[in-house]
């Protein structure tokens, strides 16, 4: 079992960046797919971006894709999030996620959860 923490998230002005990190408590590439979800207030938790055990294959949510980058740092077991150009509607508690299983990951199913980073984007 692989524990996960969040860092990063803050307030940003509409337009501007920032950088979540996730610090995993073992050793995560090669063994765990890694990804990003968000839970935006009195909606569903969504799928932000993911990448496979190997790194070969990276997914985005189309609500994101050309402003979000997802990647790891094998060295030092974390996954980052570089968001830019952000929205409003970006606006979400931003969670971690991590599953050893290849199928779970390709339909963005995790099993390992961080306990997640609060962004917030003014208008």
């Known amino acids: 079992q692989v524990q996960l923490v969040e860092s990063g998230g803050g307030l940003v002005q509409a337009g501007g960046s920032l950088r979540l990190s996730c610090v995993a408590s073992a050793r995560t590439f090669s063994t765990y797919a890694m990804g990003w979800f968000r839970q935006a207030p009195g909606k569903e938790r969504e799928f932000v971006a993911a990448?496979?055990?190997?790194?070969?294959?990276?997914y985005y949510a189309d609500s994101v894709k050309g402003r979000f980058t997802i990647s790891g740092d094998a060295a030092k077991n974390t996954a980052s999030l570089q968001m830019n150009n952000l929205k409003p509607e970006d606006t979400a508690v931003y969670y971690c996620a991590a599953t050893s299983n290849e199928l779970r990951f390709r339909k963005r199913e995790f099993d390992y959860w961080g306990p997640g980073t609060q962004v917030t984007v003014s208008s």
């Open positions: 990448f496979s055990r190997s790194g070969g294959i990276i």
